[in-house]
């Protein structure tokens, strides 16, 4: 009797104990959340050394918690993408991956207001953010499109930040999107603005022609797109690289410059390639553009080749995932 009372008020006392830090928890997650739904908290927010609400003005956006509830259907497992190391990840329902214009049979001009919208959220990312940032892994599957086909650059988990007058880099872990990636980040590990660059080149030749650059075959040769893109190009053929589902809406002019446009960003040398404020400038006026030089990575062996006989270069995705070298914490 005396084991069985001390067991039952040890238990009593834990249950209490454990239902007074759940309340309190609690009233501390909801205080939060009421300063957030009360416009108190404008930025991004942490935790001080007291423990705490700290803000910051990050300039960032900021979603109530209703939006978020409805947009991910109440923080419903469907909605739920996976997990790691910040917590849940989560896919909101209003928004459609780009990766799937050729899919939703966007008509052109839907698929023209992508392409300059991407265009122009990487000029600000290269140039008008407080800090100059290198995506590093931009591709279709990384741009969402909302209810009204705007697009928006995703994930940021291979992103680097430049401050001052800093404008390329080199690091010994090359880590992207087969497809995307630029010859002189994967035989050298330099990146820089114009890596993001070639990347939007691949993406602007896949929305025009609806197929995919890795992967992509062709009866006539063993091209990848970027080199289909190209031969077309000097054949003075390049109209054959629209895709049919968009002949009749297209505005031949528009789909010609930017396939125009695409090449010049995936030429073979970054200093080549035309910066994200000249691209903007190209898609918006109608001023005679410079011939492209040859694309780098117009086949898929380049690549494979690139991989083997650098000594510089690490694990890249073979497939939609972007991938990075995992190392122990």
């Not at 009421?34 to 007291?50: C, I, P, Q, Y």
């Not at 040859?294 to 650098?310: A, C, K, N």
């Amino acid at each position: 009797m005396i084991i069985l009372s001390s067991v039952l008020s040890t238990g009593t006392l834990l249950l209490c104990l454990a239902m007074v830090l759940y309340i309190r928890n609690r009233k501390q997650r909801r205080n939060i959340i009421e300063d957030l739904l009360a416009g108190k908290v404008s930025g991004g927010f942490e935790r001080n050394s007291n423990n705490n609400l700290r803000t910051e003005n990050l300039d960032l956006p900021l979603f109530d918690l209703y939006t978020l509830a409805a947009a991910t259907m109440d923080f419903s497992e469907d909605s739920k993408l996976g997990e790691g190391g910040f917590g849940p990840v989560y896919k909101l329902n209003e928004l459609t991956l780009a990766d799937e214009t050729h899919r939703l049979q966007l008509d052109w001009p839907k698929r023209y207001n992508v392409i300059k919208g991407i265009a122009r959220g990487l000029l600000y990312l290269h140039q008008d953010s407080r800090l100059r940032v290198i995506h590093r892994d931009l591709k279709a599957s990384n741009v969402l499109l909302d209810h009204e086909m705007n697009p928006k650059i995703s994930d940021f988990g291979l992103a680097r930040s430049f401050g001052g007058n800093e404008t390329e880099a080199n690091t010994n872990k090359v880590m992207g999107t087969y497809g995307y990636i630029s010859p002189e980040y994967a035989s050298e590990g330099l990146y820089s603005t114009k890596s993001d660059v070639f990347s939007f080149g691949v993406l602007v030749l896949e929305i025009v022609s609806g197929n995919k650059n890795r992967g992509f075959s062709h009866p006539d040769h063993q091209l990848n797109l970027l080199g289909h893109a190209w031969r077309l190009f000097i054949e003075g053929k390049p109209s054959e690289l629209i895709s049919e589902s968009i002949i009749e809406s297209c505005n031949l002019f528009e789909v010609l410059r930017s396939i125009h446009v695409g090449l010049l960003c995936v030429q073979e040398n970054p200093v080549d390639r035309p910066s994200m404020s000249d691209v903007v400038l190209m898609l918006g006026n109608e001023d005679a553009l410079p011939q492209p030089k040859q694309p780098g990575f117009f086949t898929e062996r380049d690549l494979i080749e690139v991989t083997y006989s650098s000594t510089q270069s690490k694990p890249y995705s073979t497939n939609e995932c972007s991938i990075s070298l995992l190392e122990a914490r």
